[in-house]
């Protein structure tokens, strides 16, 4: 059983004029176990892959007050790898490209990272293959440079794909649906969906959109409005959101 736990979490931006820090995060408190499901839904502009940086370590963001801890350890002290190798996993809003790195090279290097071993060359390939065809993506991929090329939608099958192989503790998956068509929006559900009955993984889902919510069931859901939560209920929240959108919110905090 992991505990992932943020309390009083607050975060800037330098400025890149040289002005005063942009204060983005303004006091989260926010707890996912092995096992759950949390739903983040926000406007846009509103923190949330704000949020995600800073969990996952990103140095352009300064953690100015509060902690974040898994399993009581200071993740704030912990670098990248070290988040990593310690079970937190982020998906990013912007996968990014890595020319000239294959695939498959790429997906190895990170298993090893996290793993703290490599994994045997005949079973990690049979892995691979598996958790490729079960996410419908072509075995030729394997061989092309990471994100290189690859469509919105690709990109958003092999971070499912990379969530698979390296099993990690808690998965932050920020706007995993945006740009997804509907079937491509299925296959990656099904895939965080099998990741968490394998894995009894925690799963914090950053979203925008209520749409990824008929495929990823969350129990508790989040209302996330100028840095903060500012509502928290079950997948009834979620309905009203899709129902009314983020006004009542935002009005309620003059954002
Ligand atoms: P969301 O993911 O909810 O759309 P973001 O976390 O991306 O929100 O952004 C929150 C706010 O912080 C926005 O106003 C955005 O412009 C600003 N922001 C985020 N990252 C930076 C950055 N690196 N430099 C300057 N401003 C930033
Ligand atoms: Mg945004
Ligand atoms: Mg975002």
Known sequence: ???????????????????????????????????????????????????????????????????????????????VDERARAGLFLAMQYPVEVPGVSMSNFLRTAATAVRGEAPKLRHWVKEVKESMSELEIDAAFADRSVNEGFSGGEKKRHEILQLGLLKPKIAILDETDSGLDVDALRVVSEGVNRYQERENG???????????????KPQFVHVFVGGRIVEEGGPELAEELEANGYVRFTSAVGA
């Open 1 to 79: 059983m992991t505990t992932l736990e943020i309390k009083d979490l607050h975060a800037e931006v330098a400025a890149t004029d040289g002005g005063e820090p942009k204060k983005i995060l303004n006091g989260v408190n926010l707890t996912v176990k092995s096992g759950e499901t949390h739903a983040i839904m926000g406007p846009n502009g509103s923190g949330k892959s704000t949020l995600s940086y800073v969990i996952a370590g990103h140095p352009k963001y300064t953690v100015t007050q509060g902690t974040i801890t898994l399993d009581g350890e200071d993740v704030l002290e912990m670098s």
């Open 202 to 216: 925690g799963i914090l889902l950053i979203t925008h959109y209520t749409r990824i919510l008929r495929y990823i």
